[in-house]
């Protein structure tokens, strides 16, 4: 077999015990009974934990390494390591160096060069090495729909425990102000990828309780919004100007910072995503709804959370995109499709993380509930999914095929993959 494999491959051999067991023994020749070949263990220490086995008569328990060859023990400086003291079997693929325990007594070995049947290791080579978009591209066919839909169902939770692995950090630097981190979030979904960054920063530098003292006028928090974000350098029309002076002195009274101008990019932009008018709706959300967060989590349908977000710019915004810079006239509110773009990325994420935190199984319920009632996102991964016979119902499915290309399909995790496992079975 050639060695263009990864290591993986041999964790799902063992895991699986898709080997060949008849006159199994160590590379010193002493016979090797598998009892229980251990748990895969996907955080640092050996690979796989709790392992029960048989040399000649003696019964061991512990752990069980894998790699390709023996000489990657010390390659990997696992004999200063004393999580490995427990190793009782070193399984590898090539036998190159003998390893031994740090009391100069050797480390039973086994050897899989010759076990692995060569029709497993052509599905292998045939699933991996291929130019398709994915690798099981014209496999996933064959898979069974409920295979395919239970490991969605896990590809979806995973992507919202990623989404929360993001946020949590930010509870804790926002003084563990929800309501702050809400709009954290929006507002750096308002800027996607290209004012993500910018929105970010101008969050970070506007007071949340500054916002909140002027709720009452979509005037003054767009003076402040636009002043922070220096956006206002071409006010040449009588509102502009108005919020120029209203800004400035604002910023004296509030001691206020505001951004560089050239932190914000138009280019390639549709001019509904452009800052100025995200930063106007995002003004007027703030008007609307004040402390959101307790709004958020007890909306008892997407109906509800969608009139939560659903606001719209003052009316100079129905003339403009940009400050200073009219346009035919369009009432510029948050569109149908940000919003549940909003829903998906803030709400259900804020929901899922506040029945964690809270221990409470039914805002975790409620998350994925809501996020599987929200039509699938359309963009060109679904489109590519659709194509290869995977199509997504709901959210939760596109989020799922989305997490799922990233992280196991592009990395070439099919072994861990329960669509890959499965494929690893068909003949041919």
Avoid at 14 to 27: A, G, R, S
Avoid at 186 to 192: K, P
Avoid at 300 to 309: A, G, Q, V
């Amino acid at each position: 077999m050639s060695l263009s494999f990864k290591e993986d491959f041999l964790h799902y051999i063992w895991k699986f015990q898709k080997y060949e067991h008849t006159n199994l023994n160590t590379e010193q020749g002493k016979k090797i009974t598998i009892i229980n070949p251990g748990i895969h263990n996907h955080d640092a220490g050996p690979d796989f934990l709790n392992a029960r086995i048989k040399i000649d008569q003696n019964l061991w328990a512990g752990s069980i390494e894998i790699h390709k060859h023996s000489s990657e023990w010390k390659q990997h400086k696992h004999h200063l390591d004393p999580a490995y003291e427990n190793v009782i079997l070193h399984v590898v693929f090539f036998d190159d160096k003998p390893v031994k325990y740090n009391n100069d007594k050797l480390i039973p070995c086994l050897t899989l060069n010759n076990r692995i049947n060569k029709k497993t290791i052509a599905q292998y080579q045939n699933l991996l090495f291929n130019p398709n978009w994915i690798a099981c591209a014209n496999q996933i066919k064959k898979v069974n729909p409920i295979t395919k839909s239970m490991w969605l169902t896990r590809m979806a939770t995973e992507r919202l425990e990623e989404k929360i692995n993001r946020i949590s950090p930010l509870l804790d630097g926002l003084g563990n102000d929800w309501d702050q981190l809400s709009y954290y979030l929006i507002a750096q979904y308002f800027g996607l990828k290209v004012n993500n960054e910018a929105f970010r920063r101008l969050i970070e530098s506007t007071s949340f309780d500054i916002l909140l003292k002027h709720q009452d006028s979509l005037f003054h928090l767009e003076a402040l919004l636009l002043g922070q974000a220096n956006l206002l350098i071409n006010a040449n029309d009588n509102y502009s100007q108005k919020l120029t002076k209203e800004y400035a002195f604002l910023q004296k009274k509030y001691g206020l910072i505001k951004m560089l101008s050239h932190e914000w990019k138009f280019s390639r932009m549709r001019p509904t995503n452009f800052p100025g008018l995200r930063i106007a709706q995002l003004a007027a959300l703030i008007k609307k709804e004040g402390r959101i967060f307790r709004k958020i989590i007890t909306a008892t349908s997407l109906d509800e959370l969608r009139k939560i977000f659903a606001s719209s710019a003052s009316d100079y915004w129905d003339h403009h995109y940009r400050i200073g810079k009219e346009s035919t006239k369009k009432k510029k509110s948050i569109g149908s499709k940000t919003i549940d773009i909003l829903i998906i990325n803030v709400a259900i994420p804020l929901i899922f993380f506040y029945g964690l935190k809270t221990k409470d199984q039914k805002y975790k319920d409620k998350a994925i509930y809501l996020l599987e009632s929200i039509p699938p996102e359309q963009n060109k991964l679904t489109k590519k999914w659709k194509e290869s016979n995977v199509i997504a119902k709901n959210a939760a499915n596109s989020q799922a095929l989305l997490y799922l290309k990233k992280n196991y399909c592009d990395v070439y995790r099919c072994l861990s993959c329960s669509i890959g496992n499965k494929i690893m079975t068909f003949d041919g």
